[in-house]
């Protein structure tokens, strides 16, 4: 079935330092991609969508300053918190469309201390 | 609105029992509905997607029923296995693009 890795799966960074997550379609090409960010107990809330090839859609509330969006090819997208802040310490994943629906990443533990 | 609603929001049963979870939505116009299950610290895992025109799918130990007039699906688990303890989301899609409401998920915990 289709996979989608997604790297690193926990990532300690420093405050005021920036943190870039990837998202690779390894058996697949995906032409979309989406990010959310998930807290503890929570659901997952869509952040964006990544469209290969062109600009993110960033959903409402959502910084496209602060997480940046790159997808370059038809297999990766990363996201990049920029200058991060403990409030952005949560769990981030991805996922990419395919035949038979969404496939998630592994996710992203993200501390920042 | 478009709302997806899953119930209970958390449910303790024994290893070896059944459960069933709830979804209802009010989604339009409707695609696609979906079960995943969410280990902790995972990224969800997808059980079984369902059409408009198929109200039952299963996968294992997994069934999935879908009744598009009510708009309700259930997710039953049979002889649950401490390995079930797990965040299931139900998670529907829009038809037109890629528009999907996530449902909050049921927090299932199974004890021995």
């Known amino acids: 079935g289709a996979v989608v890795s997604q790297h690193p799966s926990w990532v300690i960074c420093k405050s005021g330092t920036s943190v870039k997550i990837e998202c690779r379609s390894l058996?697949?090409?995906?032409?979309?991609m989406f990010w959310y960010r998930q807290f503890p107990k929570q659901s997952l809330m869509l952040m964006a969508t990544?469209?290969?090839?062109?600009?993110?859609?960033?959903e409402q509330g959502v910084e496209k300053d602060k997480f940046l969006i790159n997808h370059a090819s038809l297999t990766l997208s990363t996201l990049t918190v920029t200058s991060a802040h403990p409030e952005d310490s949560s769990f981030y994943i991805c996922?990419?469309?395919?035949?038979?629906?969404?496939?998630f990443g592994s996710g992203t533990r993200l501390t920042v201390v | 609105k478009n709302q997806v609603e899953q119930s209970p929001q958390s449910l303790i049963i024994l290893e070896g029992k059944n459960c069933t979870l709830q979804?209802?939505?009010?989604?339009?116009?409707?695609?696609?509905l979906r079960w995943y299950k969410q280990d902790t610290g995972r990224g969800p895992v997808s059980l079984t997607i369902?059409?408009?025109?198929?109200n039952t799918k299963s996968n294992g130990r997994y069934t999935a029923t879908l009744d598009a007039d009510t708009k309700q699906s259930s997710l039953h688990i049979t002889a649950s296995q401490l390995s079930d303890s797990a965040s299931y989301i139900c998670?529907?899609?829009?038809?037109?693009?890629?528009?999907?409401?996530f449902g909050a998920g049921t927090r299932l915990f199974v004890k021995a």
């Open positions: 996922s990419a469309t395919e035949l038979y629906g969404y496939t």
């Open positions: 058996d697949f090409q995906a032409t979309t």
């Open positions: 990544s469209n290969e090839g062109s600009k993110a859609t960033y």
């Open positions: 979804c209802n939505y009010t989604v339009s116009p409707f695609s696609n």
């Open positions: 369902m059409t408009f025109s198929e």
């Open positions: 998670v529907v899609s829009l038809t037109g693009g890629f528009k999907t409401i």
